[in-house]
């Protein structure tokens, strides 16, 4: 690593420095820029060897992140702020802007740089003698994919890790593809981020096209091909968005490090981390496999953390419509806050501070048990409260399946077969995303609890006030009343058995909250709990897309909705709806059988569910008592 002198110390406090724009060389020659603040005397840095915190980031290491807040504390801190504090708690605080971004050099390309860049950072951090080589790293979204991309290649001197809401376990099927769909977050995220790109920075032509343009509707025209676009002022930002949307086969590039850490866990780091995560952020699959995947050695204790919030938002109790109570922060629940649950993580793994065990522990957020009345502020009180259990999935959950019937109805007993329910899908109206687990998407989409009715605010509405149970594209299995309260907390799977007269085609799960009707809400209001998609082209393997034949009958499909945990309330119903799109959470799908992201055409698909033994929803429930 070649030798990098420091740029001069500035005194940021009385006892406090920071080297600023440190340009440490990766191993192509591109430089990326870093902030190092160390504890001072005098304006001179203290030279003893110290414990480091380093999080890289792509959204600017010298801003205001939005989430280091409390609710004590509700404007999050600086960047300078935050390092003054941990430099007085004892530690060398490393802040760097990833390739591409900000004071960096190179080409931003989405998620492929960032192992190497990460591991080359941490060589010439270990190799610096005020590094006593304990490193702890932390970062919330892409700081957290950041984190495990690097930790996959063994970087030296890592010590612990607090990887929150992200770190892709598997990019193809949570993060940027999902069941063979495309997640429509990357397309707002890289209009969004086009616009604090360095080209938008040195050009002002670039970013003013950039604005100019009215994404909405361009998300009506999609898919977006080269040169037909809103971020075509940006290259760089249109070809990686293009090249993951098109990229429909699980291969090689695919598993590249950064996108593919369940590749790498046999030889993953064995040190402590902290995985955390929110019901309805979109990281629920890459927590909970990452956490499944490195769990069992004592030499690598973890942590789970799984709140009802909405990415990163865990200082708040309130996510789309619905209120979850006022156990639902992590401040004063899981500890004071997340700030001081961090200091004691890398306190007892940096420092050997006799600090209290946080490891070896699932926290698990379990929404439901309010009121279900309109609150003062308007929302669905839901409530919740926190259970903790000695793993995840929780070892006491028992199995529980029910199958969708002729009637409508959705039962522990399996109709006979033969019934077949058919609807026509049309991708130019596509059904209406109305929340759930999102993150990224806005202005044009949003996180969180909602009813399940169409209204202005949601992107594709056309009959506002309509239950989407109302579509004829909408399948719409519930149970009876429940007549005691049912637990749901674990893995949901939804097996169907489908046929369509399309070479491609998707069908979607939706698993959904009914409360009955009540003063506050007449017609009961139906809440998104989870949902997922399977795109049909991939039926015989992620690897092996494939049309399908005209004569190919009835196909058994998969569908992975995100695991849940939600108290479904005495008198609730359990509803299972079931579809073929769900815009603009994810890309639509023409039902042509083109290649990925790349039809100008469209054509209507005739689908059908054949109800019977393979067509039925699989849970897991908590016994009572």
């Known amino acids: 690593m070649p030798l990098v002198a420091l740029t001069p110390a500035e005194p940021v406090t009385q006892d406090v420095v920071v080297h600023r724009n440190v340009m440490i060389p990766m191993r192509d020659g591109v430089r990326l820029a870093t902030d190092i603040y160390r504890p001072a005397s005098g304006g001179r840095p203290l030279e003893d060897p110290l414990p480091v915190i380093f999080e890289r980031t792509p959204y600017d290491k010298s801003g205001t992140p939005r989430t280091e807040l409390s609710v004590a504390e509700p404007v999050s801190k600086s960047r300078a702020d935050l390092a003054v504090l941990l430099v007085r708690q004892g530690y060398i605080v490393i802040w760097q802007d990833c390739r591409g971004r900000f004071a960096s050099e190179g080409r931003f390309t989405k998620y492929v740089n960032e192992a190497e860049d990460g591991f080359d950072a941490m060589v010439w951090i270990e190799a610096q003698p005020w590094n006593n080589s304990r490193i702890g790293t932390m970062g919330l979204s892409y700081d957290a994919h950041v984190q495990m991309a690097m930790a996959c290649l063994n970087p030296p001197g890592l010590a612990c890790m607090a990887v929150d809401s992200g770190g892709f376990s598997n990019a193809f099927s ?16 890289a209009y969004s981020h086009a616009k604090d790109s360095p ?15 009215d994404l909405a509707g361009w998300m009506a025209r999609t898919p977006w091909t080269k040169g037909r676009s809103p971020i075509k002022w940006d290259p760089d ?5 293009l090249e993951q949307w ?6 090689d590039f695919w598993k590249r490090t950064g996108l593919w850490a369940a590749g790498h866990y046999a030889t993953f780091p064995k040190v402590p981390i902290i995985f955390m995560s929110s019901w309805y952020d979109v990281y629920v699959p890459s927590t909970l496999e990452n956490y499944a995947g490195l769990k069992g050695d004592p030499a690598r204790p973890l942590t789970l953390i799984m709140g009802p919030w909405t990415h990163g938002n865990r200082s708040r109790s309130t996510f789309g419509d619905v209120d979850f109570g006022p156990a639902a922060t992590f401040d004063g629940q899981i500890d004071r806050d997340w700030l001081t649950y961090r200091l004691k993580f890398f306190a007892r793994w940096l420092k050997d501070e006799d600090q209290p065990a ?18 003062s502020a308007g929302h669905l ?12 999935p929780i070892p006491a959950a028992e199995p529980l399946v029910l199958y969708p019937r002729p009637d409508m109805s959705l039962a522990v007993d399996a109709p006979e077969t033969g019934a077949v329910l058919g609807y026509d899908f049309d991708p130019r109206d596509p059904v209406p995303t109305i929340g759930g687990a999102l993150t990224s998407g806005e202005p044009i989409f949003t996180g969180g609890g909602f009813d399940q009715v169409e209204a202005p605010e949601f992107y594709g509405c056309r009959n506002p006030g309509m239950p989407l149970t109302a579509r004829p594209d909408v399948l719409s299995f519930e149970t009876a009343p429940l007549a005691e309260e049912l637990a749901v907390v674990g893995p949901v799977v939804v097996r169907l058995a489908v046929s369509t007269d399309a070479p491609d085609t998707d069908f979607t799960a939706k698993l959904v909250d009914v409360y009955p009707p009540s003063a506050d809400y007449p ?23 494939e049309p399908v034949a005209a004569d190919e009958g009835v196909i058994e499909i998969e569908i992975n909705p995100f695991a849940t945990a939600n108290l479904f309330a005495k008198g609730h119903r359990l509803r299972l709806d079931v579809s073929s799109s769900n815009y603009p959470k994810f890309d639509v799908n023409p039902n042509t059988g083109a290649p990925e992201g790349t039809s100008r055409m469209t054509r209507i698909a005739r689908n059908q569910v054949h109800l019977g033994q393979g067509t039925r929803i699989e849970l897991m429930r908590l016994p009572k008592g």
Not at 199 to 213: T, Y
Not at 237 to 241: I, K, Q
């Open 381 to 392: 009180d839901h409530g919740g409260h926190w259970i903790e259990a000695p793993d995840w």
């Open 237 to 241: 930002f249109e070809a990686y968005v």
């Open 523 to 545: 017609r009961g209001y139906a809440l998104i709990i989870s949902d997922g998609i399977f795109r049909l082209r991939y039926r015989e393997g992620w690897d092996r897309p």
């Open 174 to 189: 949570c993060g940027i593809r999902q069941g063979g769909a495309f997640e429509m977050k990357q397309v707002t995220w």
């Open 246 to 251: 098109q990229h429909g086969t699980f291969d």
């Open 358 to 375: 946080q490891d070896g522990r699932a926290h698990v957020f379990l929404m439901g048990g309010g009121s279900g009345t309109r609150t």
């Open 199 to 213: 080209l938008a920075a040195s050009d002002p032509g670039v970013l003013a096209a950039i604005e100019a343009e």
